[in-house]
């Protein structure tokens, strides 16, 4: 997918920015939080896409599927069978976004990059016309799934079945999320435990 792609629903930042009255306070904290949320989208797409085979992928789904009888689970898992996550729809995360979270941890670790990519394309449409794109529980839903606890075990669940080099990727989104602040102070300190920022 290409870089015009990712961002062609985002206004261009200059155009964006000179919106804004030249006498405007927050003028600097507006173009660097937008600059911040832009450069984490291009990041996560110019960054994970060649750090992930797809090819295990289907045939968990298809395992998957053939364990759960819950319908909404069937229907989620049916929606993203075939797809690579860089063509994941944000309107699919937000549909079917809780029963996405529980297709099993390597589709997960597959399907990671499109739930924060929607979840930073949703932050940059509220600071641009003050309303959500997501539901309002997706991204707290993402984050539970992610750090479930307070203990470095029960952390690194979902975080072990990475390589180093994926690991490393992480740590550096998770890290200017939070700089963003992306967390809330429980989830914080969860993700800090998970990339030894603790």
Known sequence: M???????????????????????????????????????????????????CPSEITKNLNEISLE????????AIASVKGLRWEDVPDYLIDRSHPSLLFIGKEALRYYLPAFLSAIVRNAVHEMLFSQS????????????????STTKTSCMVFWT???????????????????????DNPTKRKMRIVFGQA
Not at 68 to 75: D, S, V, Y
């Open 133 to 148: 794109m997501l539901q309002s529980d997706v991204q707290d839903s993402l984050f539970l799934t992610l750090f479930p």
């Open 161 to 183: 079945g990475l390589t180093g080099e994926q690991f490393a990727l992480y740590s550096h989104i998770f890290e200017m999320l939070d700089n963003v602040g992306f967390f």
């Open 2 to 52: 290409t870089r015009k792609k990712v961002l062609e629903n985002v206004p261009p930042a200059r155009r964006l920015i000179q919106m804004l009255e030249p006498d405007d306070s927050n003028s600097h904290s507006f173009e660097t939080e937008l600059q911040t949320y832009l450069q984490l989208i291009a990041f996560i797409y110019d960054r994970l896409h060649s750090n992930y």
């Open 68 to 75: 759960t009888e819950i319908p909404e689970a069937i229907e």
